[in-house]
């Protein structure tokens, strides 16, 4: 078995509307902070990033097509797998990391160690 060590390089995000560095309809982890009461809670999500006027198809689990216009640059999360056959696609708020996610070129198989 191969061991595997990642690391990701964060960057921040000063402006939400102008990210600099980023690909379009590429994944990358992003990491937002949610202030409460108590201090800062920060929630990392799986996203891409899109263009205002890109153009998304997405097939909800019954195999319907959804169809969605970009109108803001920015993160954004698409849920893919909603139980009540519908897609949901909406832009992450509040960005102040991203870290793009890189394939690790290898087959999980051969790193993975289930318990």
Do not use: Q
């Not at 920060?42 to 263009?51: N, S």
């Not at 909800?60 to 849920?79: R, T």
């Amino acid at each position: 078995m191969n061991n595997l060590y990642g690391a990701y390089v964060w960057n921040y995000v000063g402006n939400e509307d102008k990210v600099e560095g980023i690909s379009g309809n590429h994944s990358y982890i992003v990491c937002v902070e949610n202030p409460t009461p108590n201090g800062a809670i920060w929630r990392l999500h799986m996203t891409k990033w899109f263009f205002k006027g890109d153009e998304l198809k997405v097939m909800d689990p019954a195999g319907n097509p959804h169809y969605f216009k970009i109108e803001k640059d920015g993160f954004y999360v698409v849920n893919e797998s909603d139980n009540r056959n519908s897609v949901r696609v909406y832009r992450i708020k509040g960005v102040r990391y991203w870290a793009e996610i890189k394939a690790p070129g290898v087959n999980p198989d051969e790193i993975l160690t289930i318990v």
